[in-house]
């Protein structure tokens, strides 16, 4: 078992032995580790006791919250029954074929198959793999390059990284892998300042139609990109950009990949980011939410052009992870599908929680901190400002949103700072009550920001 110690002796443990991911260890060293021993519902509790809101639902992916005790009763009887067992060499077990059939249910027409990885990372890159095959298969082998969005994350693999735009990941190990280009993404509040939106949306979706040009559409296999990019900093793009991305694909013949790893199972109020935003994709990667995080899942749902091929195909597609539909895992995807069902969750988020989310959210706006609160469904982003009329913003030493994030933890909230911009993705279970919470919590975290700098 774990053994039970004060914060002191797991801060020393930790430094010692662990290395974190996305971390800095010296400063890491210098704060000590945060513990965070329990959960229950929307809340979490560190190793002093502190009750703390989770306004990112762990890394986006509690979205039924903590504690769910059906969700444990199934991974547990599962495990009981039968702990592993794969799906190579023509094998398979039932709650990797059940899970099959009712993903195919909750997903838009025509996504009747599914390929599992353990990770959204390793989801995307089952893309990359599933799309190569996919366009060999059709005797267009040619068709390799994958264009993406500069500052998304697809995740940490070397494909799924270099799929994905963020800088510091680019900058720090180089181009890894070479038939990847990126195109900027439609982000309004930091791109687009001064435009219309909708001229604004409809410029940065042909920015694909000339990166397309460019490489030569012969050579192009895909488009990846989420339909609201989520650790880029909650970019909701205009109405416009949608449409006009996917008029562009089908005028070139190249596949669409909407990276569902955050807007999937209910972020956006419905199943699917792409159902909220319109979005016809050809390949819908998935993972976070599948579970609500209780147990690591993802796959790629295969719309019926790739399906009809892939499904039916002589020769095996070379590729699959030993945990490729863990039985546990399955078993807790169902367990959290038929809750998410059954309680209504989604419809709440779109008729219910989320429109009085985004109303109080939008209150930040009147902060003297702010430029910008936007959201969907439940998640938004609100936009630090040294200057509310110029929206100039601060300057980068100052490590604003970092003092905002530290701010909200100090007042018991979960926020991310992604530069000077803060992101919340609650859990969809939440109450209007908490929406409240949450709201008063981050407007207090602004004034505590706003005084350590002085303004
Ligand atoms: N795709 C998106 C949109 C993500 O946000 C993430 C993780 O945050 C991933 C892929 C990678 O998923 P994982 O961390 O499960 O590998």
């Not at 993972?287 to 719309?303: D, H, I, N, Q, R």
């Not at 909200?408 to 000077?420: E, K, P, S, Y």
Request: with cysteine; glycine share 12%; aromatic share 8%.
């Amino acid at each position: 078992g774990v053994p039970r110690h004060g914060t002191g002796e797991w801060q020393a443990l930790d430094h010692r032995h662990y290395l974190h991911p996305f971390t800095d260890h010296h400063d890491l060293g210098q704060r000590g580790v945060r513990v965070i021993e329990c959960a229950d519902g929307v809340y979490i509790y560190d190793s002093e006791g502190h009750r703390i809101l989770d306004g990112m639902s762990g890394l986006w992916c509690v979205n039924l919250g903590y504690g769910r005790q059906d969700l444990v009763d199934a991974a547990a009887a599962q495990m009981r029954e039968l702990p592993y067992y794969n799906s190579f060499f023509q094998t398979a077990h039932p709650p990797a074929i059940e899970l099959s059939r009712v993903l195919g249910e909750v997903a838009p027409e025509g996504f009747d198959k599914v390929f599992y990885t353990g990770s959204g990372s390793e989801a995307n890159d089952t893309v990359i793999k599933m799309v190569r095959r996919y366009w060999d298969l059709v005797e267009q082998p040619q068709r390799r390059v994958f264009i993406s969005r500069r500052n998304a994350y697809h995740g940490s693999t070397v494909a799924a990284a270099t799929l994905g735009g963020m800088a510091p990941m680019h900058d720090q190990l180089g181009p890894m892998v070479n038939f990847i280009e990126h195109i900027d993404q439609p982000y309004h509040f930091g791109l687009g300042a001064g435009m219309d939106p909708d001229e604004f949306g409809l410029r940065q979706a042909r920015l694909l139609a000339e990166k397309i040009e460019e490489t030569g559409p012969e050579n192009v296999a895909a488009f990846i990109a989420e339909p609201v990019q989520g650790a880029g900093g909650v970019i909701i793009p205009p109405d416009s950009y949608w449409p006009e991305i996917q008029r562009i694909c089908r005028e070139f013949d190249v596949l669409l990949v909407a990276d569902e790893v955050i807007c999937g199972f209910g972020r956006l109020g419905e199943w699917f980011g792409s159902q909220r935003l319109g979005i016809e994709p050809d390949l819908m990667p998935f993972a976070k939410g599948v579970t609500s995080g209780y147990l690591p899942l993802g796959g790629v749902l295969v719309g019926q052009r790739v399906g009809a091929v892939l499904g039916q195909q002589g020769g095996e597609f070379a590729h699959g992870f030993t945990y490729s539909g863990h039985p546990a895992a399955c078993a807790v995807a169902l367990a959290n599908i038929r809750a998410l069902r059954d309680e209504g969750v989604i419809e709440r988020v779109r008729d219910d929680v989320g429109p009085w989310f985004s109303e109080r959210f939008a209150t930040l706006a009147d902060h003297p901190l702010v430029g910008q609160a936007r959201s969907i469904g439940l998640v938004g982003a609100i936009e630090l400002v040294r200057d509310k009329d110029s929206l100039a913003r601060f300057d980068k030493d100052l490590g604003v949103g970092g003092r905002c994030r530290d701010a909200c933890f100090a007042q018991g909230l979960v926020m991310r700072a992604v530069g000077d911009s803060m992101i919340v993705a609650p859990p969809l279970v939440m109450t209007r009550e908490q929406v409240g919470e949450l709201v008063d919590k981050a407007w207090r975290s602004l004034d505590i920001t706003a005084s350590s700098l002085g303004v």
